[in-house]
């Protein structure tokens, strides 16, 4: 069964709406842990919009799971990443006017400046992801630079208008999937994916992770963090492929 990691920025988010101490995401991420989650994700924006440098560095000290840090290949965010050594980095597009990353990144436009990035991250024992739009270019790209795995952007999934749409979005992820299973990549998902839309996307053999914040968040404001936490896990363990599935 795939890995739920949880993305906490959304907890930051409502502090930063008041220049406050609270919520704090680290206990947040305290939180997750005691709910089941397998990973904890932030996302360290260039312009500190929510997660700031302090909370990334006492997550490294208090986090037990799996560390997944989003960043940008900004030099100064990969200096940072190199002084706290996640045991991931899931190199991701960042526009200073969007809402939330939008898109994949451009792995295949952006190949040498990439690799240079993964090199250095690798170095310093921390595992590579790329986040990418589910494209045969951009798996392959990611695959030549040397990361490490690949997340799929779920976000044409998860907005798709019509059945149909849903149906050929799946399709691409499921080709990507396979894609970079072939060539050696640990393949992650994420992006939109709620309590609603999970079912079909959990159901896909071959994923190793799931990304999940915003709607688990949401849901936490609600019940708590770590029920929240318990019924996404639950959710996945529901839907998950077969082992027949697996082994096909």
Same mark, same amino acid.
């Given at each position: ?38 990973? %904890? ?31 940008? %290949? ?9 002084? %706290? ?130 709607? %688990? ?32």
């Amino acid at each position: 069964m795939a890995k739920l990691g949880v993305n906490i920025d959304h907890v930051a988010t409502v502090r930063q709406a008041r220049r406050a101490d609270e919520p704090d995401p680290v206990w947040a991420a305290v939180e997750a842990e005691l709910g089941g989650a397998d990973g %904890i994700t932030f996302h360290l924006r260039e312009d500190r919009r929510h997660i700031s440098d302090r909370d990334a560095r006492v997550l490294k000290q208090t986090v037990a799971c799996k560390l997944n840090m989003e960043m940008s %290949i900004a030099d100064e965010i990969v200096a940072i990443a190199l002084e %706290i050594a996640p045991q991931q980095c899931t190199l991701v597009p960042e526009r200073r006017e969007e809402l939330t990353t939008e898109g994949g990144l451009d792995v295949a436009r952006h190949n040498e400046r990439i690799r240079g990035v993964r090199d250095r991250l690798a170095a310093a024992g921390v595992i590579v992801s790329a986040f990418i739009e589910p494209r045969t270019d951009q798996v392959r790209a990611s695959a030549d630079t040397g990361c490490h795995a690949i997340e799929l952007w779920t976000g044409a999934y998860a907005h798709a208008p019509s059945t149909v749409d849903r149906e050929r979005t799946l399709a691409e992820l499921r080709a990507a999937l396979a894609l970079g299973r072939e060539l050696g990549l640990e393949v992650h998902a994420g992006h939109g994916l709620t309590y609603r839309n999970v079912e079909s996307i959990a159901a896909v053999p071959g994923f190793a992770e799931f990304n999940i914040g915003h709607s %688990i968040v949401s849901r936490a404001v609600i019940v708590g963090m770590r029920r929240a936490v318990r019924e996404m896990k639950t959710l996945l363990v529901r839907h998950a492929p077969r082992e027949t599935d697996l082994r096909s």
